[in-house]
Each structure stands twice: as structure tokens, then as C-alpha cells.
């Protein structure tokens, strides 16, 4: 399993004893509400999601990993793959008291180059609500491209992806 370190952030796989922090970021209300995830139990759910991610890091080498600022977790971000559209996404989500400090688009400019530089993937998605005017401006500072309107789980959302082609043209500041 794969750790990376940006300018701010440790990236690194969640482990069974970050569940009840990573419970209470992935199930507070504000980042629920985005993400249309409710659990009885956050705890039992986040180490279910903690298990799929590290199964994924053993079949594909990469999963969402959690992100850590001056080792406190503050949310999860990388790569997943979406059977649904036999895709891989790059997706984020914060504690809201990280929102707006640019941590999703740093987290997110390392799982792109680890995606197309380590990996040889073709192409990453990203998807969000329309209304999530945030997330929206995370994917467009990305280089990610609108292309049309889909359907994930009975929920409406955009899709913005990049290719290996657009990203490698990108300036290395932007890749960075």
C-alpha cells in the first residue's frame, strides 16, 4: 500500500484503528449530506469501507487513503475504482472544518499523478451533485472536463474526467 507526502498532507491507507475518527468526519452531518451516506452504526460502517479499501489496495493498487494534516485525519481522498462505470474516479471528502484551505485539490493533483504516472491509467472521473459548486471548482482547477449529466446509485451528478494525454500536457505546476 502506497504513502504519499504532499507540501500539507500525509496520504496514507486508513487502518481498523482510524475508524471511530474516520466515522465521525465521513458521517458528520455537513459531509453526509454530500456524499448521501447514513449509517445505524458509523463505526461498523466506516470499518467496512475501511476492509473494501484495503481489498482494493491488494487487487488494484490503490484505494481512497485517508488524509492527514499535522497528523490529525481530516478526511479521505484518492482513487476508486467504480464498477458501475468500469472507471476509476478520483473523489474527496472533508471534515468541514478543512473545507476551503485547498486540500481536496492538493490531495487531489498527487492521486492524479499516482494514477496516470505509476499506474498507466487511461483516464480518471470525478462526480458530484450539480449543486456542489465546490467540488465542481476542485475538478475544474484539476483540468477535469464536464462531459454529461449520469446517474450513480439513484443519485443525479455531473462527470468531469481527465485523460493521460490532457494531464501530461498540463504545466508541471499544475501536475504538482
Do not use: C
Request: charged share 25%.
Amino acid at each position: 500500500m502506497t504513502v504519499l507526502q504532499t507540501e500539507r498532507l500525509t496520504l496514507r491507507p486508513l487502518v481498523a484503528a482510524d475508524a471511530e475518527l474516520y466515522a465521525g468526519m465521513r458521517y458528520h452531518p455537513e459531509v453526509a449530506k454530500w456524499l448521501s451516506v447514513s449509517a445505524a452504526d458509523p463505526v461498523e460502517a466506516a470499518l467496512a469501507a475501511i476492509a473494501r479499501f484495503e481489498l482494493s489496495w491488494q487487487q488494484r493498487r490503490y484505494a481512497p487513503w485517508g488524509l492527514f494534516h499535522d497528523g490529525h485525519l481530516i478526511g479521505h481522498g484518492g482513487l476508486n475504482f467504480v464498477p458501475e462505470f468500469e472507471a476509476t474516479e478520483v473523489l474527496w471528502a472533508l471534515h468541514p472544518e478543512a473545507w476551503g484551505k485547498g486540500y481536496a485539490t492538493e490531495m487531489a493533483r498527487a492521486a492524479l499523478r499516482y494514477g496516470f504516472e505509476d499506474l498507466g491509467l487511461e483516464l480518471i472521473f470525478a462526480i458530484t451533485r450539480p449543486d456542489n459548486a465546490a467540488s465542481q471548482s476542485v475538478m475544474k482547477r484539476l483540468g477535469l472536463t464536464y462531459r454529461r449529466n449520469v446517474v450513480y446509485k439513484t443519485i443525479d451528478a455531473v462527470w468531469f474526467d481527465i485523460n493521460r494525454e490532457a494531464f501530461e500536457k498540463r504545466t508541471p505546476t499544475d501536475r504538482a
